[in-house]
């Protein structure tokens, strides 16, 4: 059984930086996608940041630049270091896992109901 746990999440000030990690256990596909997607109060998931297993990454244009996402192979483990943090970064933060992808990274940024394994998330705030 695939299981997603993220951790890492908390309360900082704009400007402050945080590092997210997702554990992941029972998936041993070398083939996959990994991602970080977000929900913040009333609103939809948006997708955040993906990486394949490869190593090629997309982000969302609203976190270029501050996020970056990394993975641990050994370790089966997801990272996301988010810097510069702003109020609207403001969301519970998912990873999720994409067992075979089809397309590239960057279209399922934007399909976050294309994804097969979540995680319960990790609720990031970041007061002004």
């Known amino acids: 059984q695939v299981q997603l746990v993220e951790s890492g999440g908390g309360s900082v000030q704009a400007g402050g930086s945080l590092r997210l990690s997702c554990a992941v256990s029972?998936?041993?596909?070398?083939?996959?996608?990994m991602g970080w997607f977000r929900q913040a109060p009333g609103k939809e998931r948006e997708g955040v940041a993906v990486i394949d297993s490869d190593g090629r990454i997309s982000y969302a244009d609203s976190v270029k630049g501050r996020f970056t996402i990394s993975q641990d192979n050994a370790k089966n483990t997801l990272y996301l270091q988010m810097n510069n943090l702003k109020p609207e970064d403001t969301a519970v933060y998912y990873c999720a896992v994409e067992t075979y992808p089809q397309y590239a990274g960057a279209w399922y940024l934007a399909a976050p109901y294309e994804w097969d394994y979540w995680g319960k998330g990790t609720l990031v705030t970041i007061s002004s």
């Open positions: 029972g998936y041993t596909d070398s083939k996959h996608y």
